[in-house]
C-alpha cells in the first residue's frame, strides 16, 4: 500500500511528447489517437494516451503515474489496478499488459503501463 497521499501527487508531466512524431516511422509506426489527463478513484494522478501501432495492427491505451509508494509493483499489481478502475479486463484474451519504468520531462519517476488490444 501506498504511504503517500495519492492526490498530493503531480501529474505527469508529457511536455515533451510530440503526437504524430511516429506516423512516418521507418520501424513501428504509430498513430496517436488521443490523449487526457485526470485521476484514478484513490487520488493517483495519471495521463492516458491511445495510439494505434500501424505494423502490428493493434489499439494501445498508455497510462503514466506516478511511481511514489507503488514502486515495487510487479506485472499483476498494475493488471489488479486498472482493472479495479474499470479500465482493464485480464479475462480478456485479446488484450496484453507491459509495465515499465518512465521518467517524465520534469524528472519524476513514473509507471508506463500499456495495454495492447487486437484491432477490431
Known sequence: MPTEDPS?????DRSDHVPGARRHAQFFPELDIG?????????????????YDLDCDVVCRTWFFPRAGIEHWQHDDHAG????HGVYAASDSKSCLEASNFVDASGAPLWRVTVATAAP
Do not use: H
Not at 498530493?8 to 505527469?12: D, E, G
Not at 490523449?35 to 495510439?51: I, N, Q, S, Y
Open 8 to 12: 498530493t501527487l503531480a501529474l505527469p
Open 35 to 51: 490523449a487526457t489527463e485526470g485521476r484514478f478513484d484513490d487520488g493517483r494522478p495519471m495521463r492516458v494516451e491511445a495510439w
Open 81 to 84: 489496478y486498472l482493472e479495479a
